[in-house]
């Protein structure tokens, strides 16, 4: 069962370009999650929304309840954003009952940005 | 604050031996869980605890045991390593469950079977 899909799976980028990521999913949900994770490093939060967009410096996430569908954007890429990037889900209760509030992953886009 | 906490961050057992994977978080945060990372596959969640005495299990609990003896403290257990569970473990954090709230994660431990 793949409730979280992303895309793409891989995605180099030259520094400078703009770059979008992918997360569908198919269940009723509370909350999505986008998430960060450097190489051999740990999973830092990066946004989390329900409805709309949001924006933290080049960062830009935005979501669509209706198509069950998010994106992560970042303008003016740089090799420090290179990093495993991760959407999660919060189901809705009447989706899995007891273990509503738990989240759901993708299995995350690997971003190469060269210089 | 030092958020999540995890020991320790490199561990190699031998088949069949036994050790515990500290996390403690000073956030005063109810809702506490520990996943596991694989190659290929996104995390998938062990056990979760939503406070203090209570813990439920979750996606891949088999092997593994948990407790949640105070607010701060979710240690998890491996009971007799298998090779299977070589992978990389994350603990994580937030307020609580029952509302959306922001995640926070443990820095990992990976962990090796032979």
């Known amino acids: 069962k793949n409730e979280v899909e992303q895309s793409p799976q891989n995605l180099t980028a030259q520094e400078g370009e703009f770059i979008t990521i992918n997360c569908s999913y198919s269940?009723?949900?509370?909350?999505l999650h986008w998430l960060q994770q450097h190489p051999g490093g740990g999973i830092v939060s990066l946004f989390m929304?329900?409805?709309g967009k949001k924006k933290h410096g080049r960062l830009i996430a935005t979501i669509n309840i209706q198509e069950k569908h998010s994106s992560l954007h970042i303008t003016a890429s740089h090799p420090r954003d290179s990093a495993v990037y991760i959407c999660?889900?919060?189901?809705?209760?009447?989706?899995?009952?007891?273990?509503?509030?738990?989240?759901?992953f993708g299995k995350g886009t690997k971003l190469s940005v060269k210089p | 604050n030092a958020g999540v906490t995890q020991t320790p961050k490199f561990q190699v057992l031998k088949t069949g031996q036994s050790m515990t994977l500290q996390c403690a978080q000073d956030?005063?945060?109810?809702?506490m869980s520990w996943y596991r990372q694989d190659p290929g596959m996104g995390l998938r969640l062990i056990h979760y605890?939503?406070?203090?005495?209570?813990?439920d299990q979750g996606e891949v609990p088999n092997g593994y045991n948990v407790s949640r003896s105070t607010t701060e403290d979710f240690p998890l257990r491996l009971l007799s390593a298998a090779p299977s569970q070589t992978s990389v473990y994350f603990c994580?954090?937030?307020?609580?469950?029952?509302?959306?709230?922001?995640?926070?994660f443990g820095p990992g431990t990976r962990l090796t079977v032979l």
């Open positions: 605890s939503v406070g203090a005495g209570i813990t």
């Open positions: 929304l329900s409805s």
């Open positions: 956030m005063n945060h109810e809702y």
């Open positions: 994580a954090s937030s307020l609580r469950r029952s509302t959306p709230n922001e995640q926070f």
């Open positions: 999660a889900v919060r189901p809705l209760t009447l989706y899995y009952g007891g273990s509503q509030g738990n989240l759901i």
């Open positions: 269940v009723g949900i509370s909350a």
